[in-house]
């Protein structure tokens, strides 16, 4: 399921800081790839685009029109985060993120929700209890549709309707990545859900899951509730391995993941097209940030751990562990960013990182 990189030629990637801390935490997450990358064969060349609210300010367009076209010619996407005051959140998200996700038919958005050693979690976790799961998010359709409208705008009559969009297509090839991420964790399939309020896409979104998941019979599925599902991500996180759920129900529960991981600057994900006929892309689950964007204090982690991702997709699982054992050497080091309760900045934390790859860190 990777996009394969050959070793003989750099690996193309196109990068879009974006906006805000985006744009702080892109610039060394490429010093430690180059770092990693040398240790494994693996060079890189980058291919920088100052895709933005503020090239929205500047063009009337979050990207060029042939923006898609230019991306199309690389092999992977990495991703800041987009999003500034002054430029609506739905035109930055529809005018750069979805149209790249869609286009590129990256389907599964990856989102591993593992409590690092050093962190602590804002929850009262089970004695012997840890968080180590990873929820699969539908990506393409679902409730983020562009089918509905508005009438009757400014009378008292005025409407908006929005509809979800589900397909077979659609869910069965979701669940068939997660069902088949289950199986090789050994773990278990938890299926988000709210079937008994939303009586028509959710019911058939369990039927679908269902049976897909008559092909893994090692794997046992369970339906919980939305609302359930989210208490348990509380009460219980410990209990899941792999959690599948529709567009909206995955964004909301990724950040809820975030929240118990100990900060959202820590929190990675990967919109996969798992079988890499075009590029995926890799961004933190965080956004711009504009209350401490310039402060040079942005939490670099998650957009490592997306690097990370990023090597492991390209089918490099070693470079792609030694980046997480880095940004876990910079935890247990006490270098942290003032949201993990430390006083250290952007660079310093990712030169941790940086050092820990190229051993000449303690833990090195
Ligand atoms: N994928 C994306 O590009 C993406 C995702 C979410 C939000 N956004 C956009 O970002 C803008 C701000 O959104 P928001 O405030 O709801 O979410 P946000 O993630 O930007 O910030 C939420 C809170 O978390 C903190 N935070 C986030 N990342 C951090 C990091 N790396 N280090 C330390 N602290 C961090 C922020 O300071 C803020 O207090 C909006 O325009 C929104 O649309 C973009």
Same mark, same amino acid.
């Given at each position: 399921? +990777?996009?394969?990189? +050959? ?10 800081? *974006? ?11 490429? *010093? ?14 980058? !291919?920088?685009?100052? &895709? ?61 929700? !593992? ?15 840890? /968080? ?52 090789? !964790?050994?773990?278990?399939? $938890? ?13 058939? &979104?369990?039927?679908?899951? !269902? ?54 600057? /820590? $929190? ?36 490592? &751990? ?6 492991? #997709?390209?089918? #490099? ?23 993990? *309760?430390?006083?250290?900045? +952007? ?18």
């Amino acid at each position: 399921m +990777t996009h394969p990189a +050959t070793s003989d030629r750099p690996v193309r990637v196109a990068v879009i800081p *974006g906006d805000g801390i985006g744009t702080e935490v892109m610039e060394p997450t490429l *010093g430690v790839l180059e770092a990693v990358g040398e240790r494994h064969g693996l060079t890189f060349e980058w !291919r920088h685009h100052d &895709w933005s609210c503020e090239y929205y300010t500047r063009t009337g367009r979050m990207m060029p029109q042939d923006g898609l076209d230019r991306l199309a010619e690389v092999d992977q996407i990495l991703l800041g985060a987009v999003g500034y005051p002054g430029v609506p959140d739905h035109v930055s998200l529809w005018g750069l993120l979805i149209p790249i996700r869609r286009a590129f038919e990256q389907y599964v958005n990856l989102r591993p929700v !593992r409590l690092l050693p050093g962190i602590e979690s804002p929850l009262r976790l089970r004695e012997g209890s840890s /968080i180590d799961f990873v929820v699969v998010r539908e990506n393409n359709e679902g409730e983020y549709s562009e089918v509905g409208g508005r009438m009757y705008r400014g009378s008292p009559h005025e409407l908006a309707v929005q509809e979800s969009v589900f397909t077979r297509r659609g869910i069965e090839r979701v669940a068939r990545y997660a069902l088949t991420l289950a199986a090789e !964790r050994g773990g278990t399939l $938890a299926s988000a859900t709210k079937s008994n309020g939303i009586i028509h896409t959710m019911p058939f &979104w369990d039927e679908v899951v !269902r049976e897909t998941a008559a092909d893994f019979p090692q794997v046992e599925v369970r339906d919980y509730h939305i609302d359930a599902l989210s208490a348990m991500f509380v009460l219980d996180p410990g209990r899941f391995d792999v959690v599948v759920a529709s567009n909206l129900f995955g964004d909301i529960l990724t950040d809820l993941g975030a929240a118990i991981i100990g900060s959202i600057g /820590i $929190a990675p994900s990967a919109n996969l097209n798992p079988e890499g006929v075009h590029p995926s892309m890799f961004e933190p689950v965080h956004g711009s940030a504009p209350d401490i964007a310039g402060q040079g204090v942005a939490n670099p982690l998650g957009q490592l &751990w997306a690097a990370s991702m990023m090597l492991d #997709h390209l089918g #490099h699982p070693d470079a792609a562990a030694e980046v997480v054992a880095g940004i876990e050497a910079s935890l247990t080091s006490g270098m942290r960013t003032p949201d993990l *309760g430390g006083t250290a900045s +952007t660079t310093e934390v990712a030169q941790v990182v940086r050092d820990h790859v190229t051993g000449q860190g303690a833990a090195g």
